[in-house]
Nanobody
Framework: QVQLVESGGGLVQPGGSLRLSCAGSGFTFSSYFMSWSRQSPGKERELVAGIASDGSTTNYADSVKGRFTISRDNAKNTVDLQMNSLKPEDTAVYFC??????????WGQGTQVTVSS
C-alpha cells in the first residue's frame, strides 16, 4: 500500500520558519521525482519545489526561491521542505507528491501551514 505522510505543519508568525517532512512507503522511493505543492482556498494548486530522484537537481517556484529548500534522504524514504522567512501568503495546505518516470503519481493528505501574527 502506497503511503505519503506529511508532518511538520502548524502556525508560525511572519518571518518565522517551519520544516515539513514527508515519509514515503509502498513504492521505490529512490526512483521517484518528489515535490511539494500547496493549495489555499479559492486558488489552484501550486507546485512549490521539486527534487530529482537522486537529489542532483532541484527547482522552485519563483514565489519561494531563496526562502524554501527541498531535500531528500533516499535511505530513509523522506523528503523535507525547509521554509524560512515565511509570509502570510505562504498560508496553505502543503502536499507531498511522487512521480515516476512512467508518470505514475502519488500524493499525501496534506499538512496545514498558517502564517499569521
Amino acid at each position: 500500500q502506497v503511503q505519503l505522510v506529511e508532518s511538520g505543519g502548524g502556525l508560525v508568525q511572519p518571518g518565522g520558519s517551519l520544516r515539513l517532512s514527508c515519509a514515503g512507503s509502498g513504492f521505490t522511493f529512490s526512483s521517484y521525482f518528489m515535490s511539494w505543492s500547496r493549495q489555499s482556498p479559492g486558488k489552484e494548486r501550486e507546485l512549490v519545489a521539486g527534487i530529482a530522484s537522486d537529489g542532483s537537481t532541484t527547482n522552485y517556484a519563483d514565489s519561494v526561491k531563496g526562502r524554501f529548500t527541498i531535500s531528500r534522504d533516499n535511505a530513509k524514504n523522506t523528503v523535507d521542505l525547509q521554509m524560512n522567512s515565511l509570509k502570510p501568503e505562504d498560508t496553505a495546505v502543503y502536499f507531498c507528491n511522487a512521480r515516476s518516470r512512467f508518470n505514475r503519481r502519488y500524493w499525501g493528505q496534506g499538512t496545514q501551514v498558517t502564517v499569521s501574527s
